[in-house]
């Protein structure tokens, strides 16, 4: 995990890129883990795209494939280890947030039809997310757990960040890119997973995630352009009257 934050222009959009993130794993408390987060809304982020790197749970999933997040379970969250824990702060939101729906529908129909532009289909999935602690990786029976809960893929982030940003008012989508098959079954001959794998699976998707992104944030930048200019008459006339 690099550890960087780049900041620039992304199909002409302002972003903030966080190269790596933090972990609870490596040590970090939950708030801190999520702290980006609220940095980004102070600075006026308004949508959130998260990636992460997951195992499959689901065995019809292949490593490489994509899968845009419909739901997450943040088992940490549920067992105590959640970001909002704490004296509420009402600046970014309600202290009993809802999270029904934390991943926009809108942006995952326009996630599914640009990736279907860009040939992608093949790789594509939608599925549930489920946050673990790490660092370690799975037993077969945690894993046999977790996919008996409803969950497709696993891994160990995404879902606190993802919470943060709700409670903010921030819309989400999220990609979570499947770099190993998830083993079920007991003294299985597979090869167990390991760092370098989900390193290298990740590095060999890369490119098209970046493109599917970088996509995708441009046609959410003419979406804008068009809201604007439809908003500017309707300001311009506002305007008018107040001087009649
Ligand atoms: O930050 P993400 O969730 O993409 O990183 C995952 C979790 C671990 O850091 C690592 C496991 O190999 O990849
Ligand atoms: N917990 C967990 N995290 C991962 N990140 C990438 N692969 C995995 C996995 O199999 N399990």
Redesign the pocket.
Same mark, same amino acid.
């Given at each position: 995990h690099a550890g960087n934050l780049v900041l620039g222009y992304l199909s002409g959009v302002p972003t903030v890129c966080m190269q790596g993130r933090l972990h609870f794993y490596e040590g970090h408390p939950a708030w801190l883990v999520t702290m980006p987060i609220r940095m980004m809304k102070l600075i006026g982020v308004e949508t959130l795209i998260v990636t992460n790197?997951? #195992?499959g749970l689901n065995q019809d999933y292949n490593s490489g494939d994509i899968m845009v997040i419909k739901d997450h379970i943040n088992l940490t969250g549920l067992t105590g280890q959640h970001p909002l824990v704490g004296p509420n702060d009402e600046k970014f939101g309600p202290r009993f947030p809802a999270m029904t729906t934390p991943y926009d529908p809108e942006l995952r129909r326009l996630a599914q039809e640009t990736a279907k532009e860009l040939g992608f289909s093949g790789f594509m999935r939608e599925g549930v997310y489920v946050k $673990?602690s #790490?660092p370690s990786?799975?037993t077969p029976s945690e894993s046999r757990l977790l996919r008996k809960i409803g969950a497709d893929t696993? #891994?160990?982030s995404t879902a606190p960040e993802v919470v943060v940003a709700i409670h903010a008012g921030m819309k989400v989508l999220g990609f979570s890119m499947v770099?190993?098959v998830?083993i079920l079954k007991q003294d299985s001959d597979k090869t167990p997973?390991t760092h370098q794998e $989900?390193m290298d699976t990740a590095n060999k998707r890369a490119k098209d995630l970046q493109l599917l992104v970088k996509t995708i944030v441009g046609k959410l930048a003419s979406t804008l352009k068009a809201t604007e200019s439809a908003a500017t008459p309707a300001a311009a006339m506002l305007h008018k009257e107040k001087e009649n």
């Open positions: 790197a997951s #195992g $673990v #790490g990786y799975e696993v #891994g160990m770099t190993n998830v997973p $989900v």
